[in-house]
């Protein structure tokens, strides 16, 4: 049941991103397009209302639960960044907006990216983490919460090796291929 409604949830958040671009771009309502993309955080609300709901209400928590952290945490520090991407995207597609300029790949502006992103990243661990303590106090049942624990340990390791490729462009710069 909350795997489904989490799965609803990120099609819910892309519908949202996705009407918002249309209203603004090809139906010209500008106010309506963002309204639409403004509201995409009413989803993680419902999301962690739903999760919370499920787990006071006696279920053990599971993978699902933790993803919804890992949803809400991701979709917060990283949801700005993916609607403005798709917006740019959309408003050179359809609206005859300036090309999109792709991420840097060489040099320090990549390392500068690489390490962005990962503190990005950081956030989200830091946003999914308090959700997942959270969840795990609100229970107060450590055989019962679990998986919630082993998805942090999990979502740690990620975040270090993360850290270690990201920071690593700033050591060792990528460098542009010499072209024979």
Not at 57 to 69: D, F, K, N, P, V
Not at 108 to 130: F, Q, T, V
Request: overall charge positive; hydrophobic content about 50%; some cysteine.
């Amino acid at each position: 049941m909350i795997t489904a409604f989490i799965i609803g949830c990120e099609i819910g958040f892309w519908v949202f991103v996705l009407a918002g671009l249309v209203f603004r771009y090809i139906f010209r309502l500008k106010k309506l397009g963002k309204l639409f993309l403004y509201s995409t955080p009413l989803i993680d609300l419902a999301l962690v209302t739903a999760t919370v709901y499920d787990l006071r209400g006696g279920a053990e928590a599971t993978y699902a639960h933790s993803l919804a952290a890992v949803y809400i945490g991701v979709s917060i520090a990283f949801g700005h960044r993916m609607i403005k991407w798709a917006d740019e995207r959309f408003a050179y597609r359809f609206a005859g907006g300036p090309e999109p300029a792709g991420k840097p790949k060489y040099g320090k502006e990549h390392a500068r990216h690489e390490r962005n992103g990962w503190l990005h990243h950081l956030l989200a661990w830091g946003i999914g983490s308090l959700i997942l303590y959270g969840m795990i106090v609100m229970v107060g049942n450590e055989a019962r919460t679990e998986a919630l624990s082993e998805s942090l340990q999990i979502w740690q390791i990620v975040l270090g090796i993360d850290f270690v490729m990201s920071f690593s462009y700033t050591l060792w710069p990528r460098k542009e291929k010499a072209v024979s």
